[in-house]
C-alpha cells in the first residue's frame, strides 16, 4: 500500500506565523506531520507522496531532518491558492501504483485507531466518526439503504430532501482508502470533469463517483477525539485534549 498525505494548503484560518505550515503544529515532541509519516512507516506503507505548496521547502526540509526509513516523494503543486485539496489528491493519485490511503494533512487522531483502520477496512472505504448532524462546518456522510455512501455534504446544512432519502452516518474525519483499480477509476472521472471540480474540495467529486463506484465506510472509534484543524481554536482544543490524554494518541 502506498499513501498520499495533502499539504499544499495555506491555513490562513489558523494565523499563526511563527511557524511555517500548519502541519508542523507541535504536539508535546511531535507535530501533525511527523505523527501522520510515524503511523504510515509502522504500517510498512512502500512510499508515501506529500503534495506540497505553500511554505513547501520549509516542509520538504522538515521532513528530511525526520529520521525515518519510511520512502518518500514530493509532489509540487504551484496552484494551490486558486484550487481546491481535489487537484492535490489527483497530482497524488496519479503516482499511485498500489492501493492507497489518503491523509489530510491538518488531523489529529489517535495513532493506533488510523493503523487499524488502515489495516481492517474495505480497500475502498472512508473513516467516519460520529458527530452532529446539524454542523454545518463538518463533513457529513451521507449513506444509502445499501449501506455505502451516498453524497458527502460539508460547509452547509442539509436540506430535508437529503434528510429523507439518506442516513446520517458521521463526518468524514480525513483520511481514507482508495483500491488502485478505484484510484484509476477516479482520476479518469476527474479528467473528464477537470473545469468542474479543479476548484473544488475533495468531498464533490466524490459524491458524483459515488453514484458509479461503491464506497464503504468504516466507523472509527476516536478515543479521546479526532480533530480537524482549521483555526486555532481548533489547535487549542486539540491540544488540549491530546496533554490529558497522551497515552491515548
Not at 16 to 41: A, G, M, V
Request: hydrophobic letters at 35%; charged letters at 25%; a negative charge.
Amino acid at each position: 500500500m502506498q499513501a498520499v498525505i495533502l499539504l499544499a494548503g495555506y491555513g490562513s484560518r489558523l494565523g499563526r506565523d511563527d511557524i511555517p505550515h500548519k502541519s508542523l503544529l507541535p504536539f508535546d515532541d511531535e507535530t501533525l506531520l511527523s505523527r501522520h509519516l510515524i503511523s504510515l512507516d509502522s504500517l510498512g506503507i512502500s512510499c508515501v507522496y506529500l503534495v506540497v505548496g505553500h511554505s513547501k521547502e520549509n516542509v520538504k526540509q522538515y521532513v528530511r531532518g525526520l529520521d525515518l526509513e519510511l520512502e518518500f516523494k514530493f509532489i509540487d503543486n504551484d496552484l494551490y491558492r486558486t484550487t481546491g485539496n481535489t487537484l492535490s489528491m489527483v497530482m497524488g493519485l496519479r503516482c499511485c501504483t498500489e492501493d492507497v490511503v489518503v491523509l489530510d494533512g491538518d488531523v489529529l487522531y489517535p495513532q493506533s485507531e488510523f493503523c487499524r483502520y488502515v489495516e481492517n477496512s474495505e480497500s475502498t472505504s472512508f473513516a467516519l466518526i460520529p458527530a452532529d448532524i446539524d454542523n454545518t462546518e463538518s463533513t457529513k456522510t451521507m449513506i444509502r439503504s445499501d449501506g455505502k455512501i451516498g453524497m458527502f455534504v460539508t460547509k452547509r446544512d442539509l436540506t430535508l430532501e437529503e434528510k429523507a432519502n439518506f442516513t446520517f452516518g458521521g463526518e468524514a474525519i480525513g483520511f481514507f482508502k482508495l483500491s488502485f483499480e478505484n484510484c484509476k477509476k477516479f482520476i479518469a472521472h476527474y479528467e473528464n470533469f477537470e473545469s468542474r471540480y479543479l476548484e473544488l474540495l475533495w468531498e464533490i467529486p466524490f459524491t458524483e463517483f459515488a453514484k458509479s463506484v461503491d464506497l464503504s465506510v468504516c466507523l472509527v472509534d476516536q478515543g479521546p477525539g479526532c480533530f480537524e484543524i482549521d483555526t486555532e481554536a481548533d489547535y487549542e482544543q486539540a491540544l488540549s485534549t491530546f496533554q490529558k490524554h497522551r497515552g491515548s494518541f
